[in-house]
């Protein structure tokens, strides 16, 4: 297991479409998390899964954020109808409960 | 309100110098945890070091340390002799438990430091 990964790493997209990311977390790490990281800021938290489980979803996830973790492995994060502002880099974590989250290499969302 | 501060947003060090970067935080739980992570312009957020609430000891993870002032709530990340590829955005984030067992990483603005040669 080489750890965290994501695809794709870029992604350009109109507004308007719809786009879905894909995060492989490290194969015995229960928990899951996504976080959306503009220029400058810090990340921040959007929703979070414990194994097939979504146990928290951020205020920040409007009606167009949907996130899954159909098996407890890896997890998808949906944009619909993308606007400008959702251009960011999204960034997934993966942990054991209670231990250190390890990040993969983040999808870097442009919205023309 | 924030809960983790990092007052520098730009730090210039020359290289070899041992430099720290500033963190306080702001919960009031007994139980949590802090971490520090460099992002360097790849954008890949890479851990570095933790420290827990109950740890006694100040966390050492090689060039890293963690100046634990648990009174004061502050974390400070020490990186000693600096190189070329510390240049990075560096962020203190704090676990805080969410209900009854979930958890959430707050996290600061971040630093970004510059080794000059």
């Known amino acids: 297991d080489t750890g965290v990964s994501q695809n794709p790493r870029h992604k350009i997209t109109k507004r308007g479409q719809n786009v879905t990311f894909r995060c492989d977390p490290i194969?015995?790490?229960?928990?899951l998390y996504w976080y959306r990281q503009t220029l400058g800021q810090g990340p921040e938290f959007l929703t979070y899964?414990?194994?097939?489980?979504?146990?928290?979803k951020s205020r920040l996830l409007s009606d167009r954020f949907s996130a899954e973790r159909p098996k407890g492995s890896f997890s998808t994060l949906e944009i619909q109808r993308t606007e400008q502002g959702d251009s960011a880099m999204y960034l997934c974590a993966s942990s054991l409960q209670g231990g250190r989250s390890l990040f993969g290499p983040g999808t870097r969302l442009t919205v023309l | 309100a924030q809960k983790i501060t990092q007052t520098q947003p730009g730090m210039f060090v020359q290289e070899k110098e041992a430099v720290t970067l500033d963190c306080t935080y702001d919960t009031s739980d007994q139980s949590y945890g802090l971490f520090w992570y460099k992002q360097p312009s790849s954008g890949e957020m890479i851990f570095l070091i933790y420290q827990g609430s109950y740890d006694e000891q100040n966390a050492t993870e090689g060039r890293y340390s963690l100046n634990f002032q648990k009174a004061r709530k502050s974390a400070n990340l020490v990186i000693s002799a600096s190189q070329l590829g510390d240049s990075a955005m560096y962020f203190c984030a704090m676990r805080e438990r969410v209900g009854d067992s979930n958890y959430q990483l707050i996290w600061g603005a971040g630093t970004k430091l510059i080794i000059k040669p």
């Open positions: 194969s015995e790490h229960n928990r």
């Open positions: 899964f414990q194994n097939e489980a979504q146990l928290e």
